[in-house]
């Protein structure tokens, strides 16, 4: 329940006792409770402005008040020396438990990038170390997820058989997490220090204050209006910015006493009183009516919230009231706001339905990650693709979901980690077990090229030929080999299997070949091709042209250059009529010579690949990586090219592998 002297604080979870009128007993709950560290003081003896004050109204004769009151006061108050009246002031701007759970739920949903992010939007502020509360939070959630991705590549490379000792690893964001954090103890040292000289100067402030109000009720000069001039001074001193707090007691205390020294001068002023009086209770029942409103707020906690600064103004702006309303308007607030703290158990109970909805959540991705990582059927390259795709989606799920009861927290994430360590371990054994398949068909590779430049030379045509022939269909039969060395086993093989055959063409068609006569052909084509613009037609032409060059056969050893020059000519043909040379159709093409072109394609689509990656990659450096970012447009602009260059490579090499290239 809540009493009117001491306020609970808001969660209304601390008991309520009431304070002693014994003022050596009430000295330091008086006095810290009537300053609530933001320059705002309150008194039970303050008066409120009222419109008779307004309208030019002021005090008592000076002379006469404080020559009738004549009281002698020390510079230096003692405790002793307070008002008995009960001080309880709330600060309306102190964080509740509730806002500080909320504001961790949040951040925990948060990504590394976003915390970072929000991270360096701090450390850029002027004033960013008022906010070191907040960056303390994410800078520890940021590390809490370096952690975890630390240890995640840590079992990745356990489970492939390293050793310990030998895990060596640089997380990609520890630079930009070191180089915020730096900067921002800059910034917070900063901010202390010119803390530091403010609460100093507001020291000298308030002492003045102080020396002002003294002066107010001993050298009152005749026909001052003191009511203007207490409330200027009460304006002051509430507006005066905060204080160091070794300084703030001994200050405090000096106010007060020089205030009340202040209001014995004002006792015998009994019209002044009845209008603070009235103004005060005016303003209580504003604050009453406020309240009553609060009772049927949707959202608790901006009840609870609102309510702590109703009764902050309670203490600072409705002190006092005539005796006869005093109990009476106090006991209908304290009632409502019995009413409304017990509300809290709606925002308790809303609470822990959302926790169990998050609970739900996270069990079903656990559930999900436990049959990803074992499978029912035999699993294969393609199946692990897509289940490590899927794991960092399920992950990233995992992390955005809130807080969950606290009493199986624990046991919810040790279940999570236990489950990715289950499907790492699985993924690593299955690539572990596909390499030493690989290493077999590079075996069985490595023996087909060997027999393959053995017989090279051999001029046996009826053993050889078919040899080869079955050699290339074995080939085709022998699954992947290690990545590294797929175009090298290939090239070995194909060099070795175009020797043989080359030699077998130039021995059984020597007499039907005219090299001579393949150069002059060529050699017009060549000039053809260098005549061709970039008119309509041309690419036909050209595409003619090549086909015509494919279909002519050697030409003298002497005369080799003519191709060098004629595909050097083509691609400047090409680049002229804004084509690709993989966009040609070319005709009478060997399956080997399409193979090469095949294989070509597919390299240059892997480098294009991996260029629109990198691209992609740099814009999430930029805090607004968007298309309306000037300093982006040309960088999206690229990547749009190329990304239609790699769709219509994907389609040549799909005409290609489906026989519509020729």
């Known amino acids: 329940m809540i009493t009117e002297d001491p306020i609970s604080d808001q969660n209304g979870e601390k008991p309520l006792e009431k304070v002693s009128h014994n003022p050596a007993e009430n000295t330091q709950s008086s006095a810290e409770a009537a300053f609530d560290g933001q320059g705002a003081y309150t008194t039970g003896n303050e008066p409120t402005e009222t419109d008779a004050q307004d309208n030019g109204n002021t005090g008592p004769d000076t002379s006469e008040s404080t020559e009738s009151n004549s009281v002698e006061v020390n510079d230096t108050a003692t405790e002793e020396q307070l008002p008995t009246e009960d001080f309880a002031v709330i600060d309306q701007h102190e964080d509740t438990p509730e806002h500080e759970d909320d504001a961790s739920d949040k951040i925990a949903t948060l990504t590394l990038p976003e915390l970072l992010n929000e991270m360096e939007d701090i450390s850029r502020k002027d004033d960013a170390g008022s906010f ?16 975890a991705d630390t240890e995640e590549q840590k079992s990745k490379f356990l489970a492939e058989g390293n050793a310990a000792e030998d895990f060596s690893y640089q997380h990609p964001e520890q630079a930009r997490f070191s180089t915020t954090s730096n900067l921002f103890r800059e910034k917070n040292e900063a901010y ?14 308030r002492q003045n204050i102080i020396e002002r109000l003294k002066n107010l009720y001993t050298n009152t000069e005749a026909g001052t209006n003191l009511f203007k001039a207490i409330r200027e001074i009460k304006e002051a001193w509430k507006n005066a910015g905060q204080v160091a707090k070794s300084e703030f007691k001994l200050l405090n205390n000096n106010y007060f006493h020089h205030l009340n020294q202040f209001y014995q001068m004002l006792d015998m002023n009994k019209e002044y009183m009845e209008q603070e009086y009235a103004h005060n209770l005016e303003k209580r029942q504003h604050i009453i009516e406020r309240a009553k409103e609060l009772e049927t707020e949707p959202a608790v906690q901006k009840a609870l919230n609102e309510l702590q600064y ?10 006092p009231v005539a005796e006869e ?29 959302e926790q169990q909805e998050n609970l739900e959540k996270k069990n079903k991705i656990i559930e999900e990650i436990k049959k990803i990582a074992a499978p029912e059927k035999e699993a294969n390259h393609s199946y692990w693709q ?17 807080s969950v009861p606290r009493r199986v927290s624990n ?40 027999t393959a430049k053995d017989n090279s030379t051999s001029e046996d045509w009826d053993v050889t030929v078919p040899l080869f022939k079955k050699l290339q269909e074995d080939w085709k039969k022998v699954g992947h ?65 090549k086909n015509n060059w494919n279909s002519i056969g050697k030409v003298p050893r002497e005369k080799l250059s003519i ?21 040609l159709k070319e005709e009478g093409l060997s399956e080997n010579q399409l193979t090469d072109k095949a294989r070509k394609i597919k390299n240059q689509i892997a480098d294009i690949e991996a260029e629109i990656v990198k691209m992609e990659n740099n814009l999430g450096f930029f805090t607004n990586p968007t298309r309306e970012n000037p300093l982006l447009k040309e960088t999206y602009e690229k990547i749009d090219e190329k990304k239609a260059q790699l769709e219509s490579m994907r389609q040549s090499l799909h005409n290609i592998l489906v026989g519509e290239n020729q």
Request: charged share 40%.
């Open 132 to 147: 070191q509360k907040r960056f303390s939070q994410l800078k520890e959630q940021a590390t809490k997820l370096i952690h």
């Open 192 to 205: 202390t220090k010119k803390q530091e000289e403010i609460q100093q100067k507001n020291l000298e402030e």
């Open 310 to 319: 109703l009764h902050k103004l309670w203490k600072e702006e409705a002190e």
């Open 325 to 353: 309303f005093r109990e009476k308007t106090w006991e209908e607030f304290k009632e409502i706001s019995n009413r409304i703290h017990d509300r809290k158990a709606e925002l308790s109970a809303q609470i822990d339905v």
């Open 386 to 402: 897509n289940a490590i795709r899927r794991i960092e989606e399920l992950r990233s799920d995992f992390l955005k979901i809130g």
């Open 411 to 450: 046991q919810n994430w040790n279940d999570f980690k236990l489950h990715l360590k289950n499907f790492n371990t699985a993924k690593n054994e299955f690539y572990k077990s596909l390499k030493n398949s690989q290493q077999a068909n590079l075996e069985q590779k490595l023996k087909l090229i060997q």
């Open 481 to 545: 080999v290690p990545k590294n060395m797929t175009n090298r086993v290939w090239d070995e093989f194909r060099d070795a299997c175009n020797t043989f055959f080359n030699n077998y063409r130039e021995k059984n068609n020597t007499s039907g070949d005219n090299w001579k006569e393949n150069y002059k052909q060529k050699k017009a084509l060549l000039d053809e091709l260098k005549e061709i613009t970039n008119e309509e037609g041309s690419v036909e032409r050209i595409e003619q042209i």
């Open 563 to 583: 191709n060098t020059e004629f595909n050097k000519t083509l691609r400047e043909k090409l680049k002229l009529n804004k084509i690709h040379e993989y966009d």
